[in-house]
């Protein structure tokens, strides 16, 4: 599967939890096969861990551990750095390669 956003790129929410929509975050994986993204700050869970003893005598933190859930890919928009507003994506192709460009003020990506 293609996908045009990539791992280090910042994006805004376009749609989802009314907490989180209009926020901007840097994207920190991507989950092609599952068409989801995880934006840092966006999407906290709460995970409540139990004291664990291992067997080589270390203790898990216990406690309330935050983290950030993964978002559809459709509900975010990549943010052009050149125009610094959401955009779609395209893809543009020459002798070096394919380079992803800005649709609205045609700025390469990469």
């Known amino acids: 599967m293609k ?8 994006v805004e929410i376009i749609s989802g939890k ?4 209009g926020k901007r975050g840097e994207v920190i994986n991507v989950l092609i096969g599952e068409r ?3 934006v840092q700050g966006i999407n906290i869970r709460i995970k409540h861990q139990k004291q664990v003893q291992t ?3 270390r203790n898990m933190n216990p406690g309330r551990i935050e983290f950030e859930g993964p ?19 395209g893809v543009q192709r020459d002798d070096a390669g ?13």
């Open 18 to 21: 009314l907490a989180d929509k």
């Open 71 to 89: 978002v559809d890919i459709s509900n975010v928009m990549l943010v052009c750095p050149k125009c610094n507003e959401p955009t779609r994506v």
């Open 36 to 38: 989801r993204v995880v």
């Open 3 to 10: 996908v045009k956003i990539r791992k280090g790129d910042t």
């Open 98 to 110: 394919a380079h992803r460009v800005c649709k609205s003020c045609e700025a390469m990506i990469d």
């Open 55 to 57: 067997q080589a005598g």
